[in-house]
């Protein structure tokens, strides 16, 4: 089970609590963790990346453990503590606009 | 009873506006999508509780919601806008070519004919159409592939498809508008475009009469002389007396021909209302908002301001931000920069705020409900 924490913004287009619990198939990667949070809420479609490139939004983030895991590559494992459920996977709107 | 709903779309989020025929007494429903940039909210002529809105935001992209009970909930459909086929390029601000990118859908325009079919006007500009109620969504890329697509350049706020409008007579007749190339008209249902500016004279391109290339800001019909459209451009105010084919100027006695808005009111073709501003630049005129009426078609026009802020007002009126309802005596309608929106029960005579304070106004649309 992995935890994920979504922002104000992405909670009301979801209809989602802000923290929501994901089983996912497979390896636990950045992108099988989006690819479960889609086909959990069909309308975060294309909220957090590009619908058809799957290439992430500029503004939009993901943290886990403290890091900024936004620029390692969709397929690599989250770390172990994101992966057992003891840390969540953030999703960050970023600060831009002053 | 009969009433009024006015869907405002706002920086912000949106907000539903209703009143009895009466259009004293006004009840306040919203924020809708609290946060979200929504640009248009439209409902369908022939089931006005259906409807659209488009909701966007820098950095969730765009989403489409759609209500099937006027707007009392809302459910996500369709929102993979994917440009048909090789994408291409059009011109960027320095001339280099740069490739098509979709940004946000700026207007929904639901059919006279058919409740699940709707379109959508995009940025970077292209024209989309639904026709199972904004599941899924098709380009029309007849338009964006025409001749002149390769030379189109955005203006200042984007490359915008901002207007549609169905002709209800013609079948299979579509006009859109874009900033900057100008205006298209398709009679194939939108299969295949032809750029309808003729007429125009735009001194901020290279040649001012060119075929495309113009600011265009809005254009409006009346919906029984769907001949005759009227239009805002980048300064001027001009007219067609031949579904597009050719344009002449109509600006007449208006203190300054910029603007962004432009309508007619719902029983007469041959008034129309305009809300001119400085410039380009300076989107105001002397700290006073009014409102321009011309009962002749153009030409001659009257300031309306009574009950409108005649000092200290520096707001603006977006393209798409002013509509009309069709109850006996016409009401129009516009929202602000500044978050109010205007309400007049007789036709432009008197205004009032029917809300105030609202965030940044980016469209408002009317339904005259039986």
Known sequence: ?98 | MAGVRVLTGTRKGAFILSSDEHRKEWTVAGPLFPGWEIYHIKGSPLNPNRLYASQSSGWFGQHMQRSDDGGNTWAPVGNEFIYDGLTGTHQWYDGTPHPWEFKRVWHLEPSYTDPEEVYAGAEDAALFRSTDGGSSWSELSGLRNSDSGPSWQPGAGGMCLHTIILDPITQGQIFVAISAAGVFRSRDNGVSWKPSNKGLVSAYIPDPTAEVGHCVHKIAMHRSRPEVLYMQKHWDVLRSDDSGDNWYEISGNLPTDFGFAIDVHAHEPETVYVLPIKSDSEHFVDGSLRVFRSKTGGNEWEPLSKGLPQTNCYVNVLRDAMAVDSLDSCGIYFGTSGGQVYASRDSGDSWEAIVRDLPPVLSVEVQTLP
């Not at chain 1, 500029?58 to 992966?83: I, K, M, N, Y």
């Open chain 1, 1 to 98: 089970m992995i935890r994920v924490k979504l922002p104000d913004h992405l909670c009301t287009l979801a209809g989602a609590d802000h923290e929501i619990e994901l089983h996912i198939q497979g390896k636990p990667t950045q992108q099988n963790v989006l690819n479960a949070l889609e086909t959990r809420f069909p309308s975060l479609k294309g909220a957090l990346r590009d619908p058809l490139t799957k290439k992430r939004r500029p503004f939009v983030r993901f943290f886990a453990c403290g890091e900024d895991l936004s620029h390692q590559p969709p397929d690599l494992a989250l770390p172990l503590a994101v992966a057992n459920g003891e840390e969540p996977f953030l999703v960050i709107a970023a600060i831009a606009g002053g």
